[in-house]
Each structure stands twice: as structure tokens, then as C-alpha cells.
T-cell receptor
Framework: EDKVVQSPLSLVVHEGDTVTLNCSYEVTNFRSLLWYKQEKKAPTFLFMLTSSGIEKKSGRLSSILDKKELFSILNITATQTGDSAVYLCAAYSGYALNFGKGTSLLVTP | NAGVTQTPKFQVLKTGQSMTLQCAQDMNHEYMSWYRQDPGMGLRLIHYSVGAGITDQGEVPNGYNVSRSTTEDFPLRLLSAAPSQTSVYFC?????????????FGNGTRLTVT
């Protein structure tokens, strides 16, 4: 059975802190791993990772994939209150995109 | 740019009623899918389609039917609603038959079954 496991499930930090969100996966026919940010409505796409060891970066967010150990991390530096959201990790198994349960991040002023 | 459009945004049904959740995309995407999102459960795949006339089951297909007669539309039917189907439903699409592209999500339909 395919599974994607995220940790921690929730996290509270102060503005300015750096956070690391974890995602491990076990899926058949793995193709790529994706990160999404979900606020009140639809998930919005952050990163897609297909190759091990290559960091993807967008502003204060970055992510990397380890295909040997089957995990990925999402780093957020200098957190802001606007970073408060649920962060979803998902892995493609064939056509299906399998999601983890998400990490709920709250950034307090 | 409309993207993925879902209607209605909210719906309340009584147990046993039927309804169709609508999903349309204007990006000419081949792949479309339906997910449900429940507290503590993440997003779970209900059904998906890789092109017009082709559908397949996801992780939680029971109680739901789909069809794909056009590239643009992918409706989700609940034939006899049950309280366990109370959830937020998301439709999502992506381009191409290959899997190396992200899903684009609609804004969701919040369904309550009483």
C-alpha cells in the first residue's frame, strides 16, 4: 500500500524562526514528490522534485529530495505570519498523486 | 484565466438524496481527478481520468460515480448520499499523460449530509 507520512503534524513557531518539515514516502512506481501550501481554500503548488540531492528554492522556501532514503524536507527560513498554513507533501505513484496528512504550521508574531 | 472551476461552493443534502458536483477546466488538461479532504485524513483520491472516455478508481471510490464525456468537464455523482460523505471535495487537473507536472486545484465544494 502506498503511503506518504509527514511530520510533525503540527508546529507553532515565532516569527523569524526557521522550520523544517519532513516527508517520507513508500510508493510503487515513484515518479516525483510535490509540496503544496494550503490556506483556507485550494492547495497551491510550491515545488516538484524528481532528482535526489538537487535543492529547489523559492524565496525563503527550499526543498530537497533523497530517493535513496525515501524522504524530502521543506525548509522555511525567517518565518512570517503569512507562512501559517497546512503544508502538504504528495508523491506520484503512476497516475495517482498520494498525499500525506499535512503539517499545520502556525507562526506567531 | 478561470483554471479549475467547481460548483457549487456549498451544499447540504439529506441522507439518500443524489447530486452532482461539477468540475470544469479551461486549460485543455488531459488528466482530471477528484479528492475528498477530511480533518486528520489529508487528501484522498476518489476517481481520476486520463482523458475523455477513460476513468479509473482511486483510493476511496465507493458511493461515487464519474464520467468524462469531454476534455473540459469531470462531474462527480453521489447517487445516495450518506453522512460519511460529509467532506470538502476538490477537483484537480494537470496537463499531459505523463506524471511530471503538478496538479491544479479548484476551490472546493463543502458538502454536508444530514
Amino acid at each position: 500500500e502506498d503511503k506518504v507520512v509527514q511530520s510533525p503534524l503540527s508546529l507553532v513557531v515565532h516569527e523569524g524562526d526557521t522550520v523544517t518539515l519532513n516527508c517520507s514516502y513508500e510508493v510503487t512506481n515513484f515518479r516525483s514528490l510535490l509540496w503544496y501550501k494550503q490556506e483556507k481554500k485550494a492547495p497551491t503548488f510550491l515545488f516538484m522534485l524528481t532528482s535526489s540531492g538537487i535543492e529547489k528554492k523559492s524565496g525563503r522556501l527550499s526543498s530537497i529530495l533523497d530517493k535513496k532514503e525515501l524522504f524530502s524536507i521543506l525548509n522555511i527560513t525567517a518565518t512570517q505570519t503569512g507562512d501559517s498554513a497546512v503544508y502538504l507533501c504528495a508523491a506520484y505513484s503512476g497516475y495517482a498523486l498520494n498525499f500525506g496528512k499535512g503539517t499545520s504550521l502556525l507562526v506567531t508574531p | 484565466n478561470a483554471g479549475v472551476t467547481q460548483t457549487p461552493k456549498f451544499q447540504v443534502l439529506k441522507t439518500g438524496q443524489s447530486m452532482t458536483l461539477q468540475c470544469a477546466q479551461d486549460m485543455n488538461h488531459e488528466y482530471m481527478s477528484w479528492y475528498r479532504q477530511d480533518p486528520g485524513m489529508g487528501l484522498r483520491l476518489i476517481h481520476y481520468s486520463v482523458g475523455a472516455g477513460i476513468t479509473d478508481q482511486g483510493e476511496v471510490p465507493n458511493g461515487y460515480n464519474v464520467s468524462r464525456s469531454t476534455t473540459e468537464d469531470f462531474p462527480l455523482r453521489l447517487l445516495s448520499a450518506a453522512p460519511s460523505q460529509t467532506s470538502v471535495y476538490f477537483c484537480a487537473s494537470r496537463s499531459g499523460a505523463g506524471v511530471n507536472s503538478p496538479l491544479h486545484f479548484g476551490n472546493g465544494t463543502r458538502l454536508t449530509v444530514t
